[in-house]
T-cell receptor, first 115, second 116 residues
Framework: NAGVTQTPKFQVLKTGQSMTLQCAQD?????MSWYRQDPGMGLRLIHY???????DQGEVPNGYNVSRSTTEDFPLRLLSAAPSQTSVYFC??????????????FGPGTRLTVL | AQTVTQSQPEMSVQEAETVTLSCTYD???????LFWYKQPPSRQMILVIR??????QNATENRFSVNFQKAAKSFSLKISDSQLGDAAMYFC?????????????FGKGTKLSVIP
């Protein structure tokens, strides 16, 4: 099991560029989510999905798009990057159903810098 | 909306000593889960311990234990016999246990330093 994988590990963009952060998991987890981590802010939820074809917004969704065409993959798209999107991005997954306190498994993160 | 507050941005502890990290939360729900995650310099998020709100017994995992005070909405983490490898950011997190709810709400974190 590779667990949750994220690519790339590091990325530098110029303002206005677009890109996709990739997230994949091989644990057959239904729930997947994206967080951003900023200094002094903890982790904040961007978007999440409870299964293929189902996505919803989290706390800070503006400027990001997601889709879930397969159980394994949950890419995060930045349509027009802004310096405010400079952050570390984490993807996480967990099974749904019982037991309800299922652990969320996190990927290693992607450090994104927007100039 | 629920909020999670960690009032100690930084803490330090001598190796082999005990340290307690504080966490308070605000929710109108009666059933939920609480978690402590550790983030070492490698950036990997590691689950340390979890607690179900309806369980009165405090969770324990080896040197890590919690003091869960439901009425006070407090969930502190105690690390006993601190080791150099315990140096990390620690995040407290809340999750409502209702059907279809899997989102975690995190506190801002506490940076723990361990002094040799």
């Amino acid at each position: 099991n590779a667990g949750v994988t994220q690519t790339p590990k590091f990325q530098v963009l110029k303002t206005g560029q677009s890109m996709t952060l990739q997230c994949a998991q091989d644990m057959n987890h239904e729930y997947m989510s994206w967080y951003r981590q900023d200094p002094g802010m903890g982790l904040r939820l961007i978007h999440y999905s409870v299964g293929a074809g189902i996505t919803d917004q989290g706390e800070v969704p503006n400027g990001y798009n997601v889709s879930r065409s397969t159980t394994e993959d949950f890419p995060l798209r930045l349509l027009s990057a802004a310096p405010s999107q400079t952050s570390v991005y984490f993807c996480a997954s967990s099974p749904i159903g019982l037991p309800r306190d299922n652990e969320q498994f996190f990927g290693p993160g992607t450090r994104l810098t927007v100039l | 909306a629920q909020t999670v507050t960690q009032s100690q941005p930084e803490m330090s502890v001598q190796e082999a000593e005990t340290v307690t990290l504080s966490c308070t939360y605000d929710t109108s729900e009666s059933d939920y889960y609480l978690f402590w995650y550790k983030q070492p310099p490698s950036r990997q998020m590691i689950l340390v311990i979890r607690q179900e709100a309806y369980k009165q017994q405090n969770a324990t995992e080896n040197r890590f234990s919690v003091n869960f005070q439901k009425a006070a909405k407090s969930f502190s983490l105690k690390i006993s016999d601190s080791q150099l490898g315990d140096a990390a950011m620690y995040f407290c997190a809340y999750r409502y246990s209702g059907a279809g709810s899997y989102q975690l709400t995190f506190g801002k974190g506490t940076k723990l330093s361990v002094i040799p």
